[in-house]
């Protein structure tokens, strides 16, 4: 639960650019029934990412399976783009640069992250009819994504 938590932080710290002591509710399983907590967020600014120093295309782009990015964007998910690899060629291409090798295949990387998607917050109801702005709350979910490609020898199943 608490390793939950602390993702749920890590994903979230670019919220406090945007929106200061954003209420994130999150759901936590606890045996068999759901528990719900309410975590409030306050997070430092000053953290940032580590800068790499090699850029994800200079990689994709040396490598024997050479893969491209595409992004896909979703306005209730943080972070809204996130960048998918797809492999360029099926065969791996060759060390002495003759084209592909048909006797290896590239396949996709796959790696599970951690998203939050905004839903709509339960609406109670309104004393005195006033219509209130909406409120939204963040769930936490995974998703899984390629992030590049690998050569591997081809699966022979014996007939």
């Known amino acids: 639960i608490l390793l939950r938590a602390v993702l749920v932080l890590g994903l979230a710290a670019s ?5 200061k002591r954003q209420a994130i509710s999150v759901k936590l399983w606890k ?3 759901m528990k719900e907590k309410v975590l409030r967020l306050v997070l ?11 850029s994800a295309s200079s990689i994709a782009n ?11 964007y979703n ?22 640069g003759e084209g592909e090798d048909s006797s290896l295949e590239a396949q996709p990387i796959y790696y599970q992250v951690l ?11 309104n004393k005195g009819g006033r219509k209130g702005r909406k409120k939204y709350e963040y769930r936490l979910g995974m998703e899984v994504i ?7 020898r081809p699966s022979v199943v014996p007939q």
């Open 115 to 125: 998203v939050l998607h905004r839903v709509p917050r339960q609406r109670q109801n």
């Open 146 to 152: 390629t992030v590049g490609c690998t050569c591997v």
């Open 44 to 54: 430092d600014p000053s953290v940032q990412p580590q800068i790499v120093s090699m």
């Open 31 to 33: 045996g068999t029934g």
């Open 15 to 19: 919220l406090h650019a945007t929106r």
């Open 75 to 96: 306005a209730s998910r943080w972070p809204q783009r996130i960048s998918h690899a797809q492999c360029q060629t099926s065969g791996c291409l060759s060390l002495q």
């Open 62 to 72: 040396m490598s024997l399976s050479p893969w491209t990015y595409r992004d896909s």
